[in-house]
């Protein structure tokens, strides 16, 4: 196979249509429902980086019209102050979406409070419920990274069945969901990790190559088979001779002499989180429609 350059997956230009699309349908279920959808996004402390993905959330909200009814704690907020606000949250017929932005204060369980929202209003699609719902292949709301992953995959119709695909990293937030996406759509998968001996090994043999560890351009060009689909799901800032900058897991100038497909970072899934997001939102709110099957 000869390959020039690689097609850019743009995540960015389909999360801007995804949110039109969204935007569209929230106006005709408006007209339904006879309210806007809501999202709750409970910030705790001061974390810069929360700070700035919540400002891009808050935008994409009022952007398809989705109402934002974030909350900003302090960082002593306690556990059971926060499992109070998710139960009245739960509540709150004007509330279709509750998220916690990650990372929390150390002395919180992030966990503990997951399990405390409402499945069927988990907008990251993280509760254990949501998970079974994908471990069994039942409708649910999806994890919103791997969901955007896969719907960038389809968009650019990305064959998958019969493909090898190999996930770097294992975490509840992105590796274990993606990989039962990928299993779903008849792809074979392989999840690596830290401990795995002989990384460029295994990329090698990958058709479908989707890094998600957060290790600045840990995937290099003789890690990765011509010709294939490069998915780069971390994000990392580091300071060089250039200046202070986002890159990805992947090192995206020599990557792409090889690759087929690849997604830039920023601008490839990131964009793509924030939709599925809002889309997991639209989905709960769709609910409240007169004719809508009722949650057994």
């Given at each position: 196979?000869?390959?020039?350059?690689?097609?850019?997956?743009?995540?960015?230009?389909?999360?801007?249509?995804?949110?039109?699309?969204?935007?569209?349908?929230?106006?005709?279920l408006q007209t339904e429902v006879g309210r806007p959808p809501g999202l709750a996004v409970l910030v705790v402390g001061n974390d810069p980086a929360s700070a700035a993905y919540v400002r891009n959330k808050e935008r994409a909200c009022a952007k398809v019209g989705i109402t934002s009814f974030g909350q900003h704690f302090p960082t002593d907020t306690t556990q059971v102050e926060l499992d109070q606000v998710i139960q009245a949250l739960n509540q709150d017929a004007q509330v279709d979406g509750i998220l916690v932005q990650l990372p929390l204060p150390k002395h919180l369980d992030a966990v503990s409070l997951l399990?405390?929202?409402d499945p069927d209003k988990d907008a990251d699609g993280l509760h254990p419920v949501n998970l079974g719902r994908l471990v069994r292949g039942e409708p649910g709301l999806r994890s919103c990274t791997p969901a955007g992953v896969m719907r960038l995959l389809e968009e650019y119709d990305i064959e998958l069945q019969g493909k090898r695909a190999v996930v770097i990293g294992r975490s509840i937030l992105v590796g274990k969901p993606l990989a039962l996406m990928l299993l779903a759509a008849d792809a074979t998968v392989t999840i690596a990790h830290s401990r795995s001996s002989d990384l460029p090994a295994i990329t090698k043999q990958a058709d479908i190559l989707i890094p998600a560890v957060g290790r600045p351009e840990l995937i290099t060009a003789d890690m990765v088979k011509l010709g294939a689909v490069v998915v780069d799901v971390g994000i990392s800032r580091i300071t060089d001779t250039v200046g202070s900058r986002l890159v990805g897991d992947v090192q995206f100038n020599s990557v792409?002499?090889?690759?087929?497909?690849?997604?830039?970072?920023?601008?490839?899934?990131?964009?793509?989180?924030?939709?599925?997001?809002?889309q997991n939102t639209v989905l709960s709110y769709?609910?409240?429609r007169p004719d809508a099957p009722k949650a057994t």
């Open positions: 196979m000869d390959i020039k350059t690689a097609q850019i997956l743009d995540g960015k230009a389909l999360a801007e249509r995804i949110l039109t699309e969204l935007r569209s349908r929230i106006q005709v399990h405390q929202i792409r002499e090889v690759a087929q497909f690849i997604t830039p970072v920023p601008g490839g899934v990131g964009p793509m989180t924030v939709s599925m997001l809002l769709s609910k409240w």
